[in-house]
DNA sequence: AAAAATATGTTGCATTTACAACAGTATTAT
DNA sequence: ATAATACTGTTGTAAATGCAACATATTTTT
């Protein structure tokens, strides 16, 4: 199962990453049309990251979500737009930055959203092996604090 | 760690499979780029899947690569301009469709690939710990084969 | 002090992507 | 038999994405 004995790219784990996360992402799709929630999956996530890191400027948010700059600003017009979040302009190292924090109703939406998923998604892991499901996931965050030491990320 | 503390989406495996396959795609993009590979890391997980499954039509490698058929049949074009597969018309259940099997040239561009990205690869996963990699990779694909059952795919 | 480099956010563009509609054929239902 | 449905691949289109370029402002270098 080591790399030293790949043959096929369908062997490897960045088979087994890529097609799990896409499978996990449309399965999320579908799960967010089907509780008509108003936000996407991507915006959920911005605003969850927001809701943590109150008063975070918008080039760490778009380290955080992994995104560039360009559309880490574009998804934050979007939940600025729906009242979600305020920006304002403040300092970070002496540099004028937009900083940003959910709303009231941002928070409501929020919650709501949380309440919602987790319904579903509890039938879904249930179904499928759950200390496997813990398994995979702890496993997947210490691999993922390794990786981010290898990537050059230029955001 | 299971669902039922879920309280934030950072806590979720959603978010660790998400942010850990976004990762291991920059890093392979930037690889690809680095080593100056001719075709694009989607194309060479297509052309890989090609090599496996010969004969292969387009809507069961879509179902294979879980993209769409409309973008499958789009990097099929690109594979069979650069000459890496041949597409001939035949019959599937009466039907006809467009099969197809790699080349001589696809599977020395294969090889060629697999050889490059193998020895930055190994450099990189031995830098993280090995079994933990190993680890991952198991219970990831038992996680993704479940995940199939649950996920509505209409290619 | 002047120039170069860095930090931050926005805009524009070219690529990718998903989704719907279409065309053609075969199967199934009525 | 005729109509309705399903299968397969392509085309068109709107949205998402990544990347480079730009505008400002600050720090660092020379």
New interface residues.
């Given amino acids: ?4 004995k ?5 062997d ?17 799709l ?1 799960l967010f049309e089907k509780l008509e929630i108003s936000i996407s999956p991507d915006e ?2 911005a605003l ?2 927001v ?2 890191n109150a008063g975070i400027c918008q080039r760490d948010l778009a380290k955080l979500l ?1 995104k560039d700059r360009a559309n880490t600003g574009r998804i934050l017009n979007s939940l600025e737009e729906k009242g979600f979040i305020t920006r304002f302009i403040d300092t970070k190292n002496n540099r004028l930055v937009k900083k940003m924090g959910i709303t009231e109703a941002g928070l409501r939406e929020l919650g709501s959203i ?1 309440k919602k998923i ?1 319904r579903y ?2 039938g ?2 249930k ?4 200390e ?13 604090l ?8 230029n955001i």
Same sequence: chains 1, 2.
């Fill in positions: 199962m080591t790399d030293s790949l043959q096929h790219y369908t490897s784990i960045h088979y087994e990453l890529e097609q799990t996360a896409r499978l996990m992402r449309i399965l999320t579908q959920y996530f969850d990251t809701s943590i992994l949380n987790k998604f509890d879904i892991t179904k499928i092996s759950t496997e499901v813990d398994r995979v996931h702890e496993a997947l965050k210490k691999f993922r390794d990786l981010e030491k290898n990537v050059n990320m």
